[in-house]
């Protein structure tokens, strides 16, 4: 045999024999991805398994974490699917489980309390959810009771709707090229602060919209040298609300990572604004609004939808202000479940620690966003 | 010697009257109105061919020198600078014309600004009127065009500006009352019109009252007003505050039917107030009813 084929046959031979070794013992993750058993196979400690259940629930395996429940006998597998992802379209709809930690709270000889942080992957980012587990012990085995939520429910009825909504008909190719066409919405920043923070420089502020109809806004910022060169410039892209009913003020947060306020001369601001055909509904109540202090401070409340449209995504803006009205901070979380018409659901939004000791007031609005509605 | 004298005199009358400039082969006219019609004379004997090259348009024609060449009206319409060629088997002879625009407005190019805009506003209404003839050559000889700006409750602004190689410029004041004015440019008797919306201004204060509903507080705010006295429109974004202990609600109401109202959580003690953009309005302190 030439040395050619001796080295092929060898090639070949190794190939096969890795291909039997991974197939025989693979790798955990390997079995992970390819949706197979678990990496944790047995459940003879409480930690285990919580996270068998939090991989089942990342591999989407819904059959297999739901038969793995003590108590699920008190609801059905569609109850715990959406119990996990929103009885209604909601953030947690679309999103897919990134990570999940496991942390004990108590632990005895026959059952035990775990918290099960959830880190869901949604468009907007990583939005996490606790849930604290109960975990019992039956002969070798521990198994976990699922805290089903109580699933929100809006009696049937027909809540008439008549607030105001605008459309726009823009001049058409045909019309005279003096028509004047409709006028943009005329928006005014009525108040802009640069703060120099750990990662960049920040344009905080707060854009009104001054006219009488709907507006879709954004904010540019260009950061300008002392020889009037340009340093950067970016936008509020999600840290603003982009829909500005009449004489409506939202806050706005630019972010210049890894720039200096030192070697910025000056800043030019640039609002930008467009009509939009838009619904003066839903309205949204913020309750029990809190700042609550450091460590962990935040800006903690309730969103109630007083109209009858479900609110599929919430998004929250809190303007932090200290106590002669100067604006402090910008800051915004978005609700992860929808909002049913009358039903509280719960927000929090951090406030960064350093902060937290100088603001005194804050003021807080709500953009929306309904499925197969406008903004 | 007086034949000699009559005939010079002759044939600068000709020269003056006609305003033909002598080229050799043809005599053209310095300017002629456009869309008019007109002739071109040439000298000598044969065949040659004639070219007129302007703006946006070329004449061609085949004609006999020594005779008179007759162009229609509306031959040439667009006002410009143009070429005129001659062109023989062994020449080729230049002339220019020019074609200006008839004096008589056919229409009115019309710019309005803003299309919606507050009231009482000074120079807020912004006009430029651009004067064509029926061929759309713009007019450049001065003509006073009329600019007014009819209120829907009759009042009526009027400014007479002459144009200026074209056009007109006007600046107005926007009424102190709401509504859809109509804004005219007139030059002779064509004219045209503009939409321009007078809308409300800032409300000139928000009034609120507070009332027991239930287990909670109904807020509503009176018929809301600019300093005009114009209602300010439904969609008007109200914003009501509830102050208590430590904790706060807030809510975003569009005003329906001119007022904005609201249920809002009853605490003893809770400091309730209104505001739509920059305008506060009063507070009012929630006692237990």
């Not at chain 1, 939005?127 to 109580?150: F, M």
């Not at chain 2, 030059?187 to 019109?193: A, I, M, P, Q």
Request: hydrophobic share 40%.
């Amino acid at each position: 045999m030439s040395k050619g084929g001796l080295l092929a046959a060898t090639l070949m031979a190794a190939t096969v024999a890795l291909v039997v070794v991974g197939t025989v013992w693979p790798i955990p993750s390997a079995v992970a991805y390819a949706g197979g058993r678990h990496l944790l196979q047995s459940s003879s400690t409480p930690e285990e398994a919580v996270k068998n259940l939090g991989e089942d629930i990342h591999a989407q395996s819904w059959e297999k974490a739901y038969s793995s429940l003590a108590n699920k006998a008190q609801f059905t597998e569609t109850d715990f699917v959406h119990d996990l992802t929103g009885y209604y379209p909601s953030l947690l709809t679309y999103a897919t489980l990134d990570h999940f930690d496991v942390q004990p709270l108590h632990s005895s000889s026959s059952d035990a309390d775990m918290r099960l942080m959830l880190y869901w992957s949604t468009v907007v980012g990583i939005s996490a959810v606790s849930r604290d587990l109960h975990v019992t012990k039956s002969g070798d085995q521990w198994h976990v009771a699922w805290p089903i939520s109580k699933r929100p429910i809006v009696p049937p009825q027909v809540i008439p709707v008549n607030y105001l909504r605008w459309d726009v008909i823009y001049r058409g190719a045909g019309d005279d090229w003096g028509a004047q066409d409709v006028e943009a919405p005329h928006v005014r920043i009525v108040d802009m602060h640069p703060v120099q923070r750990a990662a960049g420089v920040m344009i905080l502020g707060e854009l009104l919209n001054e006219d009488v109809v709907p507006a879709y806004v954004s904010v540019t910022a260009t950061l300008l040298a002392k020889d009037g060169s340009t340093i950067a410039t970016d936008g509020s892209f999600d840290k603003i609300s982009h829909l500005l009913l009449p004489k409506q003020v939202t806050p706005f947060l630019i972010e210049f990572p890894d720039r200096t306020l030192s070697s910025v001369a000056s800043i030019r601001m640039t609002p930008f604004s467009t009509l939009i055909s838009a619904s003066a509904d839903p309205v949204i109540e913020i309750d029990n609004e809190h700042l609550n202090p450091a460590p962990g401070a935040s800006l903690s409340g309730q969103l109630i939808d007083e109209s009858g449209q479900i609110v599929n995504v919430a998004h929250v803006l809190g303007t932090f202000y200290d106590k002669n009205g100067q604006i402090v901070w910008v800051a915004d979380s978005y609700v992860d479940t929808a909002l049913l018409p009358q039903t509280p659901v719960p927000f929090d939004i951090h406030i960064p620690e350093d902060l937290a000791r100088k603001i005194s007031s804050e003021r807080a609005i709500v953009a929306s966003y309904s499925a197969g509605g406008t903004l | 010697m007086r034949s000699a004298f009559s005939a010079l005199a002759g044939s600068l009358l000709l020269a003056a009257s006609c305003l033909f400039a002598q080229n050799g082969g043809v005599q053209v006219p310095q300017s002629i109105e456009a869309g008019s019609s007109f002739s071109l004379q040439s000298a000598g004997s044969g065949k040659a061919a004639l070219y007129i090259v302007g703006p946006n348009q070329v004449l061609k024609r085949e004609i006999e020198l020594g005779q008179s060449t007759f162009f229609a009206p509306g031959s040439l319409y667009n006002a410009g600078h143009y070429l005129v060629l001659l062109k023989t088997d062994n020449s080729t002879e230049k002339s220019e014309l020019n074609v200006t625009a008839t004096s008589k407005p056919s229409e009115v190019s019309f710019l309005a600004r803003p299309s919606r805009l507050p009231v009482d506003l000074h120079d807020g209404i912004t006009g430029a009127v651009y004067v064509f003839d029926v061929y759309n050559n713009l007019i450049t000889v001065p003509a006073p065009v009329t600019f007014e700006l009819l209120n829907p409750s009759g009042t009526k602004q009027t400014q007479v500006v002459t144009t200026h190689n074209g056009s007109a410029f006007t600046a107005m004041d926007s009424t102190r009352q709401q509504g859809a004015d109509k804004f005219t440019a007139r030059v002779g008797d064509v004219d045209s019109t503009r939409i321009v919306g007078q809308v409300p201004g800032d409300p000139c204060g928000i009034k609120m009252s507070a009332k027991p509903a239930g287990r909670q507080i109904l807020l509503e705010t009176e018929p809301l007003r600019d300093c005009s006295g114009n209602t300010v429109p439904d969609g008007t974004i109200v914003t009501f505050t509830e102050s208590y202990a430590d904790a706060q609600a807030t809510v975003d109401v569009p005003l329906k039917r001119g007022v904005a109202q609201v249920d809002m959580p009853a605490h003893n003690g809770a400091l309730l107030s209104a505001a739509s953009g920059v305008v506060l309005g009063n507070q009012i302190r929630w006692e237990k009813q």
